[in-house]
């Protein structure tokens, strides 16, 4: 049978990593991905501008939208 001393040091230990390697990680993701304002800029909104301009957006060839 397990020496219970020995079974609670090695669960200890294995908290003690556990909240460390959360600490990491924690502190990695709470970078912001993008910053801001990045999704207002002219490269991410074109698609959305093109669909607004009528004289764009009814060529022939061109997907009927949904307000069409």
């Known amino acids: 049978m397990q ?5 609670d040091q090695w669960w200890n230990d ?3 990593k556990t ?3 959360r600490k990491r990680w924690l502190a990695a993701v709470d970078q ?3 910053p ?3 999704w207002n800029s002219d490269a991410n909104n074109a698609k ?3 669909n ?3 004289g764009i957006n ?3 060839g061109r997907a009927k939208t949904l307000d069409d």
């Not at 020496?3 to 079974?7: A, H, L, S, T, V």
């Open 14 to 16: 294995h908290i003690d």
């Open 58 to 60: 009814s060529l022939p």
């Open 3 to 7: 020496n219970p001393k020995e079974r």
């Open 32 to 34: 912001p991905a993008k």
């Open 52 to 54: 607004l301009d009528p």
């Open 19 to 21: 909240e460390a390697t």
């Open 36 to 38: 801001f304002g990045f």
């Open 48 to 50: 959305y501008r093109t």
